[in-house]
C-alpha cells in the first residue's frame, strides 16, 4: 500500500495542485494526469550528456531517485506499517532529503550552467533554513510522541488529546513552512516559470534530458507525497484506528493539494532573499512549541 | 597481550622515527613507523572493546605512571588508524631530503608525544605530554617552511594563544591533583567553587588546544601550514586528545556539573559549529577551509558532550550515556573523513601545485582514485547517509532532542537552540562540500597543470583508499563502536551487541538497511533507465555560450548565503571600475568576509598589549640607578608589610 502509493501516486498530488490552480485563476488547466503524460513522454526520449561531464552528473537523478524512494518507504502512512528494513526514523528522512539535494547540485557544477549553478546556490541557501526548521518541527512532535520513529509519532498525535497544548500547533505552524519549501511551490519557488533567472529547484535539472529528465521529475512529485503524507498524518488532526487513517488520508491528500493551490494564487513569488525570513517565523514557531511542551509537560 | 602489542606498536615507532634520520633508511623508518601505529591502533580498540584496565591507575601523586583503560584505548586506537595512512602517504609524500627526513623523525615524536598524554596516569606525565603535543607541531612547520616569515609569525601566534588558553589546563590539572580527585578517588562537591573553577578552567585551556570558539584563532591559522600529513595528524588526532582531556575532566573526574555549565558547554559547542562552518564556507584556499571545518566538528562533539552533562546534572543516566558516545562516536567520525580530506589535498597540491579552490575543476577524471576517495570523504563530513557522519550526527541530533525532554524551560529551551543550530550546521556542511567537491573535482579543468594532473604513486593513493573504506564501514556498522562507547561513562549504562543503532524508547537507524537499500535502488533504477544510449551536446546553458571566464567561482556560489548573512558576517567588497572615453576598459573587485570575532575581540586586546609594553618598557630604563631605587622600594614595602602583620 505503501510503496505503491507512494510511487504510483505521487505523480498525482502535483497534477491535482496545477489542475485546481488552473481552476481558481477562471482557466481550463491541464487534467490532473499530466504529470503521467509527461513522464512517458520523457520516457521515450532519449538523454543527453553534455560535453565534459562525468560519472556524477550520470548518476545524480539516479542517487536523487532511490534517496526520495527510501523517504517514501521511511514516511508511513499509517501508524502500522510493515518495516522494510529501512526503519521509520524521522531524522532519517531529513539526511536523504540532504543526500538528495547533495547529488543535484553536485550534478550542476559538472555541467558547468551558470543557471543551473544560480538555483543549487539558492537551494542549499534556502535548505539551511528549511533543515533548522523541518528538525525542530519534527523534535516537537517526537516529544509528545516520546519518539522519533514516525509510526509512533502518528500513534501519539492522533486524536483530539495531543491538541490540548499549544506544542503541535507551533509545531504544524513550523512545518508548513518547511512543506511549502520543500515541494518548491510558491511563495518559495514558482514551478511553473520558464524563465532560468529565476529557478531555485528547476535550475540544476536545465541539462537533463529524457528518462534522467523523468527520474528526477517524479523524484519532484514524490517529494509532495513525503510532505503531505507527513502533514495529514501527523502535523494535522488525524484519526486513532489504521484503519481510519488509511481511509481518510486520500481525502487529505486533497485538501492538501487544494489548499497549496489556493496559497499558490493568493500569493506571489518572493524575492529569494527574503525567503530566509519567513522561514526564520516557520523556525521561531517550532522553537515555541518545544517550549510549550516542556511548560506543559506533566 | 594488549600491552604487549601496544609496547611493541610504540617501540616500533622510536625505532622507526630513528631509522628514518638516514636517507638509505627513510622509506624502511616511515613503513615501521606506519606498522607500529598499525599495532597501536588494535590495541587501543582492543583496550576499549575489552573495557579492561592495564598498567597503573591514575593517581594525584607527582610519580611517573603509565596505563591504559577504555577510554585512552578509544583515543589510542584513533591515533593509530589516523597515524598509519599518514605515515604510509609520508613515504613517498616526504623526500629524504634534509628537510623530509627531519619531518619524518617529527612525526614519530608527535606520535609518542600523543601517546603519552593518553598513557599517563599522573599529573606530572600528562602535563608533559599536554606541552610536548603542543610544541612538537610547531617545531614541524618551522622545519618544513625554512625561512617563510610568515609562517614563523603564524608558529608564534599558535604558541602565544595555546599557551595563554592552555595555563587554564595547568590550572584544572594541579586543582584537581591538590583535592587528590585524579582518577576519581574523592568526589568533588556539586556546585561548590573549586568545581565550578576547576570547569572553567578545562573549558578554558582544554578548549584552547581543541580549537573551540572564540579560542580558535589558531588553528586555521597553523593546520594549513603544515605537510599534509602532520596537518591530518594536528586535525585528526591532536584536536581530539583535547577533547580527551574534556572528557576525562568534565566527565570522569570533575563530580556531576550544575546545568548551568553544561548550557555552556551547549552554547560554546553551537558557536563553534555555526561559526566554523559559516566561515569555512567562505574560504578560498582548500587547506584553510578544511581546518575550518574542524572548528564546525569539534563544535558538534562538544555539543554532544554539553548535553551529556545537562543530562546527567537532570539524573537521566542513559541518555547521558549516549550522549556522550555520540560525541566520542563524532570523534573517531571526524578523525577519519578529516584525516582522508586532508591526506587528499595533500595529493592534489603535489599534482598541481597549488589549493587555491577557484584554480583547481575536474580534478575526478584525471584522478580517479584519489578524486572518489575524497569525494567519500566530503560526502561523509557533510553528514549523508549511509556514511559515517551521518551516524554520529544523528546521534547528536536524538541527544539534543532528549536535552527538552528531560530539562526544564531554561536548559530544555537551550536545547531546541542547539538542535536548531545543529541541524542548519549540517545543511550549511552540505553547501559548503558541494562548493568543495563542484570547484575541485568537477567541471572542466582550470588551469593547464590541472589540465596535467596525474596520479599520485601507490602508497599516496593507498592510504586515501583505506581511510575512505574507513568512512563507509563507519556509516555501515557504527553499532559496533556503540556499544563499548556507551560502557566508557563512568555511571553504569549498557545497550546490546548490535549494527546499526538502536536506542531504546525512540526511534532507530538501521544503518545495515539504508546501506542496502540505497545502493540497491540506485542499481535498479540504473537497470531499469536500460542501456544508456545518450547524445554527446555542448553544455546548453540556455543558449548562453560557456567559456572558462564565465565559470563560476567560489565567492559566486556562496553569494547567495552572504547576501542573507550580511547583517551578522559584515562582507566587505570594493568594485572599481575604469572607463576610458566612455568604454569600460578594466573592472576591479575584491571580496572578503572579516572573521568577526578576530576582528572585535582579539584585535583590541592585542592593541591593548601593545600598549600596555610600551608603558611596561619605561620601568626597564636600563639605568642602574632606577633598579636601585626599584629595589629599595621593594625593602621598604617588605619592612611595611612585616610591620603591618601582612607577612610572617
Known sequence: MQVVGGIALAPLLPGLVQHWKARLQGRRGPTPLQPYRELRRLWGKSMVDPEGTGPVYRLAPLVVTAAIVAGVLVVPVSQAVPNLGLGHDALVLVGLLALAHFAITCASWDVSNGFSLMGASRDLMLSVFVEATFVVSLAVVALIADTTDLRGVVAGTAGVDAWANPALALGAVGFAFVAIAETGRQPVDNPDTHLELTMIHEGPLLEYAGRDLAYLQWAAAARHWLVLVLAAQVFLPHARGVWLQLAVLPLALVVLCAALAIVETLLAKMRVLLVPRLLAVGLAAALLGIAAWIAGAP | ?648
Open chain 2, 1 to 648: 597481550m594488549t600491552g604487549l602489542l601496544l609496547g611493541a606498536g610504540l617501540g616500533a615507532i622510536a625505532i622507526g622515527g630513528v631509522l628514518s634520520v638516514w636517507g638509505k633508511a627513510f622509506s624502511a623508518g616511515l613503513w615501521l613507523q606506519a606498522t607500529g601505529a598499525g599495532g597501536v591502533s588494535v590495541a587501543g580498540f582492543w583496550a576499549l572493546g575489552s573495557q579492561a584496565a592495564l598498567g597503573d591507575t591514575f593517581t594525584s601523586s607527582f610519580v611517573p605512571r603509565f596505563g591504559v583503560d577504555g577510554l585512552s584505548g578509544l583515543f589510542l586506537g584513533i591515533l593509530g588508524l589516523i597515524a598509519a595512512p599518514a605515515l604510509v602517504f609520508s613515504v613517498r609524500y616526504l623526500r629524504p631530503s634534509p628537510t623530509g627526513r627531519a619531518v619524518g623523525v617529527l612525526t614519530a615524536l608527535f606520535v609518542l608525544a600523543l601517546a603519552l598524554v593518553l598513557c599517563a596516569r599522573d599529573p606530572v606525565t600528562f602535563l608533559a605530554g599536554w606541552e610536548s603535543m603542543t610544541l612538537v607541531p610547531a617545531v614541524v612547520i618551522l622545519v618544513s617552511r625554512g625561512a617563510d616569515r610568515r609562517a614563523r609569525k603564524i608558529v608564534f601566534t599558535y604558541l602565544a594563544v595555546t599557551h595563554l588558553g592552555g595555563a587554564g589546563t595547568w590550572v584544572a590539572i594541579l586543582l584537581l591533583a591538590h583535592a587528590g580527585a585524579i582518577g576519581g578517588h574523592t568526589t568533588i562537591a556539586s556546585g561548590s567553587g573549586l568545581q565550578t573553577a576547576i570547569a572553567l578552567s578545562a573549558l578554558l585551556g582544554m578548549g584552547t588546544k581543541a580549537g573551540v570558539m572564540p579560542l580558535h584563532v589558531w588553528l586555521p591559522r597553523a593546520h594549513p601550514i603544515a605537510p599534509a600529513p602532520v596537518s591530518a595528524l594536528m586535525s585528526g588526532v591532536m584536536i581530539k586528545v583535547a577533547i580527551y582531556g574534556l572528557v576525562r575532566v568534565l566527565i570522569d573526574w570533575d563530580g556531576v556539573l550544575p546545568v548551568w555549565f553544561g548550557v555552556l558547554v551547549l552554547a560554546v559547542g553551537a558557536l563553534s559549529a555555526l561559526g566554523g562552518v559559516v566561515y569555512a564556507l567562505f574560504e578560498h584556499d582548500l587547506k584553510r577551509l578544511l581546518a575550518m571545518h574542524s572548528i564546525e566538528n569539534v563544535g558538534i562533539i562538544v555539543l554532544g558532550i554539553g548535553a551529556s552533562l545537562v543530562l546527567r546534572a537532570r539524573g537521566a543516566d542513559t541518555w547521558a550515556a549516549f550522549a556522550l558516545a555520540a560525541a566520542l562516536l563524532h570523534c573517531v567520525n571526524h578523525a577519519v573523513f578529516k584525516a582522508l580530506l586532508f591526506l587528499g589535498a595533500g595529493a592534489f597540491e603535489r599534482a598541481v601545485g597549488s589549493l587555491e579552490i577557484d584554480r583547481l575543476g575536474g580534478l575526478l577524471r584525471r584522478m580517479p582514485w584519489s578524486g572518489g576517495a575524497f569525494l567519500v570523504g566530503a560526502m561523509a563530513i557533510a553528514g549523508l547517509p549511509p556514511l559515517n557522519g551521518f551516524a554520529s550526527e544523528w546521534l547528536t541530533l536524538q541527544a539534543l532532542i532528549h536535552v527538552p525532554r528531560y530539562g526544564h524551560i531554561g536548559d530544555g529551551v537551550a536545547g531546541a537552540l542547539a538542535l536548531a543550530a545543529l541541524a542548519a550546521t549540517a545543511a550549511l556542511a552540505v553547501f559548503c562540500f558541494v562548493k568543495v567537491v563542484g570547484l575541485v573535482l568537477l567541471g572542466a579543468p582550470r588551469t593547464p597543470a590541472v589540465a596535467a594532473a596525474e596520479e599520485p604513486p601507490i602508497p599516496l593513493r593507498a592510504a586515501l583508499i583505506f581511510l575512505a573504506l574507513a568512512c563507509v564501514a563507519l556509516g555501515f556498522a557504527p553499532g559496533i563502536l556503540f556499544g563499548p562507547l556507551v560502557g566508557l561513562a563512568p555511571w553504569s549504562s549498557k545497550v546490546g551487541t548490535q549494527l546499526g543503532l538502536h536506542l531504546p524508547g525512540t526511534g532507530s537507524l538501521p544503518t545495515v538497511g539504508i546501506a542496502v537499500a540505497l545502493v540497491g535502488l540506485t542499481v535498479a533504477l540504473a537497470l531499469v533507465r536500460g542501456n544508456r544510449r545518450a547524445a554527446s551536446a555542448p553544455t546548453w546553458a540556455s543558449g548562453q555560450i560557456v567559456e572558462p571566464a564565465l565559470n563560476w567561482t567560489s565567492a559566486g556560489f556562496t553569494k547567495s548565503l552572504r547576501l542573507v548573512l550580511e547583517f551578522v558576517l559584515r562582507p566587505e567588497r570594493e568594485i572599481s571600475s575604469k572607463a576610458e572615453g566612455g568604454v569600460l576598459q578594466e573592472v576591479v573587485y575584491s571580496g572578503n568576509v572579516p572573521h568577526l570575532i578576530e576582528d572585535r575581540l582579539y584585535r583590541p586586546v592585542e592593541r591593548l598589549g601593545f600598549r600596555a609594553a610600551v608603558h611596561a618598557r619605561r620601568l626597564q630604563s636600563g639605568s642602574v640607578g632606577t633598579y636601585v631605587v626599584y629595589l629599595i622600594g621593594l625593602v621598604i614595602v617588605l619592612l611595611l608589610a612585616v610591620r603591618l602583620g601582612a607577612i610572617g
